[in-house]
């Protein structure tokens, strides 16, 4: 599960119910703590997504930390994260969930996080907090959908570019709308280098993020991983896709090379789907949800990319390969 992959250990402890509430139901608390196991190499993030536990009630605890991340095959990068990898784990929730945030600053500097999936004072849950300060609050999530957390600390757009997000999804109550077989998470960020290629450790450069001349635009954190990693599917599989963009400043234009989306939820509000679409935009900041279906009389065995169709932004590692069934050539795509 993603959990093993991304070094997320799990724990399930029933509420101990006191003498004056004893009720006949059992609530769950499900612990996860970020950060706490080795990261794999290759590819550096995995996209496919676990079903949300049945737990109303979900903790996690977030450590903050500097950490050396690959952007590029080879370019290494001195980034901040959320449990030690960019973007950081996956948050997966239920409507209706209690979520419950423990942050922990083991970095060097002053930093913060903020849910884009919460209704909470910022100046409560999203203020910065100092090297090792501690900060706890908790929200129900009340909307469905794929939402971006990232830190919110001035300079936002410095604390953006180091590596400070992760997605959270929050599956609607009772489910989604469409079943599927597999399931995905895409996060679309851009860094902003100097140096950054194999000999040199990439430096942050802020003029460069000032003046939008990204050196590359990633998806999960590295250029081009999907494209050596391919995500794998089945002949006939409905995937579902959670495109969340980070930014910090550019718009991404999801796009499935050789396949039509069967929905989109631009708003990831499983009620109100767009059918049929090429190309929907996701801006930086945002997130929306994306279906479609490799079926063996339209797109079956195969190669397909997923870009962002801004093709500037796609030459700089914005593309992932998805492999359905076992076809005889992975490389060498136009794309
Ligand atoms: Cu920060």
Not at 49 to 74: H, N, Q, W, Y
Not at 93 to 108: C, F, H, P, T
Not at 163 to 190: A, R
Request: hydrophobic letters at 45%; glycine letters at 10%.
């Amino acid at each position: 599960m993603q959990g093993k992959i991304l070094g997320i250990v799990v724990i399930a402890v029933a509420l101990a119910t006191t003498a004056a509430v004893r009720l006949s139901w059992s609530p769950e608390v499900q612990v996860t703590a970020f950060g706490s196991a080795t990261l794999p190499a290759s590819p550096t993030y995995r996209a496919e997504l676990a079903p949300a536990s049945g737990a109303a009630v979900k903790e996690f605890r977030i450590p903050i930390r500097d950490a050396t991340i690959e952007i590029a095959k080879g370019v290494t990068y001195t980034g901040w994260t959320f449990g030690g990898s960019a973007p950081g784990p996956v948050v997966r929730v239920r409507q209706g969930d209690l979520v419950r945030i423990r942050l922990v600053n083991e970095a060097s500097m002053p930093h913060s996080i903020d849910f884009h999936a919460a209704r909470i004072p910022m100046n409560k849950a999203f203020r910065t907090i100092l090297p090792k300060d501690s900060l706890a609050f908790e929200f129900t999530a009340r909307d469905p959908g794929a939402y971006l957390v990232h830190c919110g600390t001035p300079p936002v757009l410095l604390h953006l570019m180091q590596g400070m997000y992760l997605p959270i999804i929050v599956d609607p109550k009772g489910g989604w709308p469409v079943k599927v077989d597999k399931e995905f998470v895409i996060v679309q960020s851009e860094f902003y280098v100097q140096g950054g290629d194999s000999a040199l450790q990439g430096q942050a450069n802020w003029q460069r993020a000032l003046d939008r001349q990204a050196s590359y635009v990633v998806f999960n954190g590295r250029a081009f991983q999907y494209q050596e990693h391919p995500l794998k599917v089945d002949v006939g599989d409905r995937v579902r896709l959670f495109v969340v963009n980070a930014g910090p400043t550019f718009t991404s234009d999801f796009h499935i090379v050789g396949t039509v989306f069967d929905n989109v939820y631009p708003d990831g509000d499983p009620w109100h789907p767009l059918h049929s679409v090429q190309t929907w935009g996701v801006p930086a900041g945002g997130g929306a949800v994306f279906e479609t279906v490799f079926e063996q009389a339209a797109s079956g065995e195969g190669t397909y990319a997923f870009v962002t169709h801004a093709f500037a932004d796609a030459a700089k590692g914005a593309v992932g390969l998805i492999q359905v069934g076992s076809p005889q050539q992975v490389a060498g795509m136009g794309h």
